[in-house]
């Protein structure tokens, strides 16, 4: 199976043999693709979307792969029981979701030796609600895909403290890979955050005043990563 450049480096990330947990699993290529490598011993391929699921059931069938591959319809970690599984996987799905997920399943969380995680959005509280629920980012990878940059994150159980307010959003300086990949995508931060200041230029607001201010000094922060490393 062929994967999109997305869900391939998604993949490269998983490391623990035993059973991986895939929330919101679509299409269900992710677990198919690693039970076929044979990265993985078992998976659980969930959804809260049945019509989803069905896609995924009938791409295992197609695989034979039933023995190998179970699905579950439900909502968040709500399908698992606690340490059940060694990798959770949460990709594709909005920044908020994840905090919520992980802060709402600290039983699970705790027993679950790596997660890989891909928000859409919101990257920078997914950062500091890892930081918070005594999780170690180990792996910072960023994939390219037209026009739009993903990050993927992966933690394990451990204590960390991010000391840079870039660290939130660029990655955790530690653990993150400075390719030309990134230095594109730092690239990209920064004239997001000078669209902002254009936008707010000729506005008086206490809200845009903090706001153009946030942005200044991170531009500063970006430019510095740019420099520095």
Do not use: W
Not at 20 to 40: A, C, E, K, N, R
Request: glycine letters at 6%.
């Amino acid at each position: 199976m062929i994967l999109s450049p997305r869900l391939l480096e998604i993949a490269s990330c998983v490391t623990e043999k035993g059973t991986l947990l895939d929330m919101g699993t679509d299409h269900g290529y992710l677990p198919v693709f690693l039970i076929q490598s044979t990265v993985i011993e078992h998976a659980i391929a969930s959804d809260v979307s049945l019509f989803s699921l069905k896609k995924a059931e009938s791409l295992i069938v197609k695989c034979n792969l039933e023995s190998k591959i179970e699905t579950r319809l439900g909502n968040g970690l709500e399908v698992i029981n606690p340490g059940e599984c060694q990798t959770i996987i949460m990709a594709g799905m909005g920044g908020h979701l994840i905090h919520d997920i992980i802060l709402d399943n600290l039983e699970k969380i705790n027993q679950t030796k790596q997660l890989i995680l891909q928000p859409m959005n919101n990257v920078s509280l997914v950062r500091k609600t890892l930081e918070i629920s005594g999780r170690l980012i180990v792996k910072e990878k960023l994939v390219k895909e037209g026009k739009r940059f993903y990050q993927i994150i992966v933690s394990i159980p451990g204590e960390m403290a991010i000391t840079r307010k870039d660290d939130y959003v660029l990655g955790y300086r530690p653990a993150r890979e400075n390719t030309s990949c990134f230095f594109d995508f730092v690239l990209s931060t920064i004239e997001k955050q000078r669209a902002i200041i254009q936008q707010l230029s000729d506005k008086n607001t206490p809200k845009a005043k903090k706001q153009l201010k946030q942005s200044k000094e991170m531009i500063m922060l970006f430019e510095e990563v740019l420099n520095h490393g």
